[in-house]
């Protein structure tokens, strides 16, 4: 039986990485974790939905250039399909990584490595990025390395579970 995905030869093992589980584990682990960002800034107080109309700007600012972060935190079409996109195609990529590196753990491992990609996953995004883009400092906080937590163990669990369903 063939699985569509990716693999990689290094010495004599290979890296097995299920495409369509992969892309499917991105995209929802994306919105688990957009949506678990935005009701913990509402229980904090964040000013809604101007915190996430900042965010979708700095997340934009990384294909249209920095002239789209000046405030105020409005509502922008083409900064939002722009954020979008950009939020799924890191998504896709960071669960395409995560996938990679859980192979064929189980459940319960999957998990683990899941949360700990999503704690590295925060500080190579906030630490590591803002050398790059600078203005993702004003995002790190808590609820942010929340987020990024909750991501990888969306990714992790929805790869496991569509992986398994593409082998049986």
Not at 11 to 21: F, P, R, T, Y
Not at 51 to 61: G, K, M, N, S
Request: include cysteine.
């Amino acid at each position: 039986m063939s699985i569509a995905g990716i693999r990689l030869r290094q010495s004599s093992w290979m890296i097995h990485v299920d495409i369509k589980a992969a892309t499917l584990a991105g995209l929802l682990a994306g919105v688990v974790a957009t949506l678990l960002q935005l009701m913990l800034w509402s229980l904090h107080a964040f000013a809604l939905p101007e915190t996430l109309f900042r965010d979708a700007r700095l997340t934009a600012a990384i294909v249209l250039g920095h002239e789209v972060l000046p405030p105020p935190p409005t509502f922008d079409w083409r900064v939002m399909i722009v954020a979008t996109c950009v939020h799924f195609a890191l998504s896709i990529v960071y669960a395409i990584v995560l996938a990679a590196a859980i192979g064929r753990l189980s459940m319960r491992a999957g998990l683990a490595a899941g949360t700990l990609f999503g704690l590295v996953l925060y500080v190579v995004n906030m630490y590591g990025f803002t050398a790059l883009f600078p203005w993702f400092e004003a995002t790190r906080d808590g609820i942010t390395a929340i987020a990024h937590v909750a991501f990888g163990v969306a990714a992790s669990a929805t790869y496991i579970t569509a992986r398994k369903r593409t082998i049986a």
